[in-house]
């Protein structure tokens, strides 16, 4: 079964080439699929083991869209298997993933984004930067990996869009938009400039962004290094505590939030799926839940028994 996995994600990474951290959720799933049929050889696994595994792993907690994902990389596990004449049957074909698991994502009203875009204190330069960062992940809907890849002369702040490099090594152009370029170019007028070296903190620098250590990278932290995706993670958790929301916030809330707000402003679909960088538009199709109020407010006013 390791060796399996082993030549699977080789074959992700050479033929399909997929980003890490694609590679490293592809192999966290098999593992853990891989400890559940203790050393079962891919030949011998059947489709009864892997729905024991998903009802184990749901019965600890895991949610469904967690459930869902460890469905597809076992099913792509195993249809590259077969493929490849490593066994004889690809016992996934029988298995199908139930519609529950296709949920609607959720999503902040735009007033709730706005506290948490103003929760970062401009008095500080690590504020100026974080309220950079929120703006352009509202902006564009950029995943966190592709955030914290930006390098500075992916952003054209005259031009109001910046260049991404997403999923699968694919790139794409996205709109800026006047407030997100507003606050990217404080950043980089006052904050960028003190970062120095890893040594010191926020020296003040008559120094250009290009010729600070690791200045390729648009955002870096107050030692000048890249940043890592757990702080923007840790970061968009604090804004929301310090915020007062309720909502339990994570960086794809901004990406959800992005693509809905877009779709109920009237957005074609198809551009909104550009802009996210979907390969397929159903991905972006469950950005087309409606609004609840909305509906009710059209009921009243048509309706001859509302």
Not at 59 to 88: D, H, Q, W
Not at 197 to 214: C, D, E, G, M, T
Not at 245 to 262: D, G
Request: one cysteine or more.
């Amino acid at each position: 079964m390791r060796e399996g996995i082993k030549l699977f994600l080789d074959y992700l990474n050479v033929e399909c080439g997929l980003s890490k951290n694609t590679l490293d959720a592809y192999g966290r799933d098999l593992a853990k699929f891989a400890s559940y049929v203790k050393g079962k050889s891919p030949a011998n696994v059947t489709a009864e083991d892997i729905l024991h595994f998903l009802e184990a792993s749901k019965k600890k907690g895991t949610s469904l869209t967690s459930l869902a994902r460890y469905l597809t990389s076992i099913r792509m596990f195993f249809r590259y298997l077969f493929a490849e004449r490593r066994i004889n049957k690809d016992v996934t074909t029988v298995l199908d993933t139930p519609r529950i698991w296709h949920r609607i994502p959720n999503v902040l009203a735009y007033p709730t984004i706005q506290k948490l875009l103003d929760a970062p204190d401009l008095t500080k330069p690590l504020g100026i930067r974080d309220r950079a960062i929120l703006e352009v992940m509202y902006a564009t809907g950029l995943r966190v990996s592709e955030v914290i890849n930006l390098r500075v002369n992916d952003v054209s702040l005259e031009g109001g869009y910046l260049r991404c490099i997403g999923k699968g090594q694919k790139e794409r152009l996205v709109p800026l938009g006047e407030v997100a370029v507003k606050y990217t170019k404080m950043y980089l007028d006052k904050v960028r400039p003190l970062i120095s070296n890893p040594k010191s903190h926020f020296v003040p620098s008559a120094l250009s962004a290009r010729q600070i250590p690791n200045s390729n990278y648009l955002f870096l932290d107050r030692r000048g290094k890249p940043l890592r995706r757990e702080t923007i993670w840790k970061m968009i958790r604090r804004y929301g505590q310090l915020a007062g929301i309720e909502e339990k916030i994570h960086p794809h809330l901004l990406r959800h939030s992005f693509a809905t707000h877009l779709l109920e402003g009237g957005a074609e679909i198809r551009y909104v799926q550009e802009m996210l960088g979907h390969t397929s538009i159903a991905t972006t199709q469950v950005y087309l839940h409606t609004d609840k109020e909305r509906l009710k407010a059209i009921h009243r006013k048509f309706h001859p028994r509302a």
